[in-house]
Every structure is written in structure tokens, then in C-alpha cells.
């Protein structure tokens, strides 16, 4: 499985809103899709990136998204620079 610039954007409204269906909204899909991509971008960075407990909250339980965000290796992630 490959990192997909899709699971990136779905993951950031996830952290910015702390909810799936609030992140689906934003990024105008179902919340099923943004679940699917988000479990996806999990098994690619080998890490569960949330808890489910009914709502999605950040693993590392400091609820400082913009510092777990802010701290993932995306700056030089081989689809940032890929040709389109």
C-alpha cells in the first residue's frame, strides 16, 4: 500500500475537527470514505494516528493537533514532488 495525497487531505480536517463526519463535511465526502482513508494512511505509516472511543482523539492524548500534525515527515514525501 502507498501513501496517497487523498489520505493526507482527509486526515487533516480530521484532526482539525476531531471528528469524522465534521472531516467528511469538510472535505465533501461520506464519512465511510474519510474512515477508509484514514485506517489506509494508518497501515501505510505502520500507526494507529487516533483512539476510537465513540469520537476520534489524537493517540498521543496531548489534544495539541496542530503539534501532531506539525511533527509528521510530509515535507518531503515522495508525492509532494511526483510530476502530475
Request: aromatic share 8%; with cysteine.
Amino acid at each position: 500500500m502507498h501513501l496517497s495525497s487523498r489520505q493526507v487531505e482527509a486526515f487533516r480536517p480530521v484532526m482539525m475537527t476531531g471528528r469524522m463526519t465534521a472531516a467528511a463535511e469538510a472535505f465533501a465526502v461520506t464519512q465511510p470514505t474519510v474512515s477508509r482513508l484514514i485506517h489506509d494512511f494508518e497501515m501505510v505509516l505502520g500507526t494507529s494516528l487516533f483512539e476510537l472511543c465513540g469520537y476520534p482523539t489524537p493517540a498521543d492524548r496531548s489534544n495539541d493537533r496542530s503539534r501532531l500534525a506539525g511533527n509528521l515527515p510530509l515535507a518531503n514525501a515522495p508525492w509532494q514532488h511526483a510530476p502530475i
